[in-house]
């Protein structure tokens, strides 16, 4: 947000990752770059131009608001947090827990595969075989506060790190933001159904099991979403590997039939404890009964 002027300035070189290709040549003339960005896009667009940029004088820095720098989350029974199972469970948990647990799962999804890092560390090192030391610089667990224009060639960033608790300013030529994309609102979309839909502590629609908006019981029809609904859902919400499942569920909720069986089990891993049954009305037994010795 604090650079969004700068990036729809033309004449100041702040520009989104989505269009890095285009500016490629004009970033890697720049004295110095910095990328800011912990995802896929910011670690290769850092390894791109810190291989084409001659040894020892680098003139790139790489900030991350994230602690780390850290890979994908991608061993077998990480990735059991894209099943139905995990959806399930998910849906069923309470509105605040669902709220901590999606952001603090950003190594699912957010963060860096294991190979990019790899060669990101090699050529790091590669450049420091004959004695000397990259001028490259990476430093995660850093937001940036405010930044502005110096001069009409420059920026200047300032910049918050969260656990230490200090600030600091830096001056560079040009700006990546590799800081991924906003979902689209619905309400635009949706205008005409805003009064009808049901909506949680934080103003988001409810939505059930079966991705159907919850609206009012005078609405007779369903409106079922995908890929809105990463609040109630979890981060598999937008996962192309559960596309197939998601639609099924919903064509079977929308026939009330079962076209596409479901299977009831996806999982190694039990998310949650099993719920005990319920309580049922204890019978006391009598004289005579066969519960009770006779005397």
Request: neutral net charge.
């Amino acid at each position: 947000v604090p650079l969004r002027p700068l990036a729809d300035a033309p004449a100041v070189p702040v520009i989104h990752s989505a269009d890095y290709l285009d500016h490629r040549d004009r970033l890697l003339a720049a004295d110095h770059l910095t990328v800011i960005g912990a995802g896929q896009s910011g670690a290769e667009i850092f390894l791109d131009q810190l291989r084409a940029r001659p040894v020892g004088h680098e003139g790139i820095h790489w900030l991350a608001r994230t602690p780390a720098f850290a890979p994908m989350e991608y061993s077998k029974l990480g990735l059991e947090h894209f099943t139905p199972d995990y959806t399930r469970y998910f849906h069923g948990l309470p509105e605040r827990v669902r709220d901590t647990l999606v952001p603090a799962q950003w190594q699912l999804h957010k963060a860096i595969d294991h190979d990019t890092l790899a060669a990101i560390h090699d050529e790091l090192y590669r450049r420091t075989l004959h004695g000397g030391w990259p001028d490259a610089t990476l430093t995660p667990g850093v937001s940036v506060r405010t930044a502005g224009r110096v001069g009409t060639t420059k920026v200047e960033l300032h910049l918050d790190h969260t656990q230490q608790g200090t600030r600091s300013r830096l001056t560079t030529d040009a700006v990546v933001l590799a800081t991924g994309y906003r979902e689209r609102r619905m309400d635009t979309l949706l205008a005409a159904l805003d009064p009808y839909i049901r909506r949680d502590a934080a103003e988001r629609p409810r939505i059930d099991a079966h991705h159907r908006m919850v609206l009012d019981p005078t609405v007779t029809g369903s409106l079922y979403v995908q890929n809105a609904e990463t609040h109630t859902h979890g981060v598999g919400a937008p996962d192309l590997g559960l596309a197939a499942w998601r639609s099924a569920t919903i064509l079977n909720n929308l026939t009330d039939t079962t076209p596409y069986p479901l299977p009831t089990r996806t999982a190694f891993t039990t998310f949650g404890l099993p719920q005990p049954p319920a309580p049922h009305t204890r019978t006391i037994p009598t004289q005579g009964s066969t519960l009770v010795p006779r005397h």
